[in-house]
């Protein structure tokens, strides 16, 4: 082997906004006649859909990029997630 180029190519990978589903199976016990189903797993927000990237992405755009939330949800709207500005606001 005699050597190599190595060349280098910055590139931009468009961030992806998906939807996770987390299934969680019921299950009959038939001794003792109730249904029983694993917990839940635990949220950063309880009761909301948002993830820990989410939530990230959006408080880094508005307080250090200083991104408003309108802007934000014109950003999301063309990422195909409508999240309204009151949303982003809560």
Do not use: N
């Not at 996770?20 to 009761?47: D, F, T």
């Not at 990029?65 to 949303?87: F, N």
């Amino acid at each position: 082997m005699v050597g190599e180029d190595v060349s280098e190519l910055l590139d931009l990978v468009a961030a992806q906004v998906r939807v996770i589903q987390i299934a969680r199976v019921k299950k009959s016990c038939r001794r003792c006649e109730k249904m029983v189903q694993p917990a839940a797993p635990s949220r950063p927000i309880p009761g909301s859909m948002a993830g820990p990237g989410l939530l990230a992405q959006i408080l880094v755009s508005k307080f250090d990029d200083h991104l408003p939330l309108y802007r934000q949800h014109e950003i999301y709207a063309r990422m195909g997630a409508d999240i309204p500005d009151s949303t982003l606001l809560d």
